[in-house]
């Protein structure tokens, strides 16, 4: 059974930055493609950034493309955003996913992954 559990979120002024990370407890990580998405009070939950198994191939949504990075570390099975130059939208619960892909797909879709993490609460001020 595969278990996420998001770190990394807090409260941090407009233009600061926060790393996410998401441990995956499966001793298969390198098979999963991870993605990162968020929801924002009164919203629905969105697409923010996926990457394949290899870590070679990424995908953004077009609203952090530039500030945020994900990246994943095979060897310590875990993934992880880099958030820069935060504003106030993005506030909102963020939650890690996983897909099974060994074939190097990346997903935008949250009907593509099979297992989510609880979120992580960030909270950018103005």
């Known amino acids: 059974q595969v278990r996420l559990v998001e770190s990394g979120g807090g409260l941090v002024q407009a233009g600061g930055s926060l790393r996410l990370s998401c441990a995956h407890s499966?001793?298969?990580?390198?098979?999963?493609?991870m993605g990162w998405f968020r929801q924002a009070p009164g919203k629905e939950r969105e697409f923010v950034a996926t990457?394949?198994?290899?870590?070679?191939?990424?995908r953004y949504a077009d609203s952090v493309k530039g500030r945020f990075t994900i990246s994943r570390d095979n060897a310590k099975n875990t993934v992880y955003l880099q958030m820069n130059t935060l504003k106030p939208e993005d506030t909102a619960v963020y939650y890690c996913?996983?897909?099974?892909?060994?074939?190097?797909?990346?997903?935008?879709?949250?009907?593509?992954?099979?297992?989510w993490g609880q979120g992580t609460q960030v909270t950018v001020s103005s």
């Open positions: 996913a996983a897909a099974y892909a060994r074939s190097g797909a990346l997903y935008n879709a949250q009907t593509s992954y099979n297992h």
């Open positions: 499966g001793r298969t990580f390198s098979s999963y493609t």
């Open positions: 990457i394949n198994w290899t870590g070679g191939s990424t």
